[in-house]
């Protein structure tokens, strides 16, 4: 068993930059996501099902035309592929759920060796 309690877990200072929580090769992914104010993650999309939750302070969901405010306890589902953009004007603490990591279409060309990353 693997166990986190999310608000200790450090984010580094600065730049936003995730930290891996998890990853199993084939199953999940686990991602903590820190926004300063005013920070955004443009639009993208990823291969995976993915689920959103905001931990702490508030986004802006963009997806499909529509806009939705989250506080802590929001959670966001997004089918592979779907476009969405998140920011953030006051900061928010995010948890990003994979699955399954990696997703049909996630590599071009030879996918990497498997290197069996997991974080406690």
Excluded: C
């Amino acid at each position: 068993m693997h166990h986190w309690t999310l608000s200790e877990v450090e984010t580094p200072q600065g730049a936003r930059s995730p930290v891996v929580l998890h990853s199993k090769e084939g199953a999940e992914r686990a991602v903590l996501i820190e926004l300063h104010a005013g920070e955004a993650l443009g639009e993208h999309s990823v291969k995976e099902s993915a689920l959103l939750l905001v931990l702490g302070g508030t986004a802006r969901i963009d997806a499909g035309g529509n806009s939705v405010d989250g506080s802590a306890g929001s959670l966001f589902h997004f089918d592979p592929d779907e476009r969405h953009s998140v920011t953030s004007v006051d900061g928010a603490r995010l948890l990003l759920l994979l699955a399954p990591w990696t997703g049909e279409g996630h590599y071009r060309g030879e996918r990497p060796a498997e290197s069996g990353v997991s974080a406690s």
